[in-house]
């Protein structure tokens, strides 16, 4: 695979967000432990003095928290910097940040904190802290590199997941569509549609989130169209209980729907009616899919299929949401349920309108 390589929008993702009360507690203790390093080597374990962990913590600490403050405004202002300008940046203020307390500690604070200490000191200083920046900006770099590479990993596997995901029903659709061009245009015309519609959807990009109202639409169309091959033998109930903003992962229900016509559906002469109860409760959304059981047990072929398919929207939600999602299939006498639930954080639900049922 090809590596990506940082551009401006990724620059910005170098450095951590140091605002945060948790990264300046992780430098605070960082940088602790780099002070109890330096007089271990200095003066060893038994010669341990708290009197120059206290002088040594006190200045590293400035240079730290300064720094830290510094990077923060400049994170906020990247605009149009591309990695390596950030990188020259970052450094240049880690060394005169380094520089303006050396010279403080020198020439205001000589007495109190440090004695008798000259150029050399100085020169010393700005040494170690120039190695030290280069290794902490280049474990930054490194990180951000590892990140774009799992991003672009995560990306490939959502879009190999995705097109697996694909409507079998193609071949179906396009011999109604040709049966119902002399028979009644306007239906054909309305099939075509629907059809490009879905398979617009199933290419776009993986792992973007729509509103319930536009998977929603999308399974409409989709059932438009299974109706003109299977008539009055399929019939769907729509339950929603959930705002319509609220966000999904594209063709998350619709290839659940597709499994329920194809396996439960499409095998009975009878046909039957789809159950579809969507709901939002707690921050999380519960999707219930329930389809009638065919009287006849289906082949080896069909529930391999079944399987594969189920397996895969299961990966995707897995790769958007982590181990917080959901997702099990209960086989009843007569039915088959299938049931998913995945975290949903709306920041406020005040102004979401209730969802009334799809027409």
């Not at 708290?50 to 830290?68: D, K, M, N, P, Q």
């Not at 990140?147 to 011999?175: C, D, G, K, T, V």
């Not at 917080?324 to 039915?335: G, H, I, L, R, S």
Request: proline content about 4%.
């Amino acid at each position: 695979m090809q590596q990506s390589h940082p551009t401006h929008s990724t620059a910005a993702e170098l450095i951590p967000d140091l605002c945060q009360v948790r990264a300046v507690l992780w430098l605070v203790l960082f940088s602790e432990a780099l002070v109890i390093v330096l007089i271990l080597l200095s003066s060893g374990a038994f010669d341990f003095s708290w009197e120059f962990f206290g002088t040594l913590s006190f200045y590293v600490l400035w240079v730290v928290l300064i720094s830290a403050a510094c990077l923060c405004r400049v994170r906020l202002h990247v605009g149009r910097l591309t990695l390596n300008q950030l990188m020259f940046i970052s450094f240049i203020i880690i060394l005169l940040v380094n520089l303006l307390v050396s010279l403080v500690s020198m020439w205001g604070l000589n007495h109190f904190l440090f004695e008798n200490h000259g150029w050399d000191w100085l020169l010393r200083n700005q040494f170690i802290t120039a190695i030290l920046a280069a290794l902490l900006l280049h474990y930054f770099h490194a990180q951000l590199q590892s990140r774009l590479r799992l991003r672009s990993e995560m990306q490939a596997r959502l879009q190999a997941l995705q097109s697996r995901i694909r409507p079998h029903f193609l071949f179906n659709s396009m011999n109604i569509i040709a049966s119902l061009i002399h028979v009644d245009p306007d239906k054909a015309e309305k099939a075509v549609e629907d059809l490009s519609e879905l398979f617009r959807a199933s290419l776009k990009e993986a792992g973007v989130e729509v509103s319930l109202k536009q998977e929603l639409d999308l399974c409409k169309k989709y059932v438009h169209i299974e109706s003109l091959r299977l008539n009055e033998r399929l019939q769907v109930k729509w339950h929603i209980n959930a705002p319509l903003e609220i966000k999904i992962p594209m063709l998350t229900l619709q290839p659940i729907i597709e499994n329920a016509i194809y396996y439960g559906i499409q095998p009975s002469a009878k046909g039957g009616l789809i159950d579809i109860d969507i709901s939002y409760k707690n921050n999380r959304v519960v999707i219930l899919v329930k389809n009638p059981l065919p009287t006849h047990a289906p082949n080896g072929r069909h529930e391999k299929g079944n399987q594969m398919a189920l397996e895969n929207i299961r990966h995707r939600l897995h790769a958007l949401y982590g181990e917080d999602v959901t997702m099990d299939a209960v086989q009843e006498a007569t039915n088959f349920i299938m049931k998913i639930s995945y975290p949903c954080y709306v920041k406020t639900l005040a102004g979401l309108k209730k969802s009334r049922k799809p027409s």
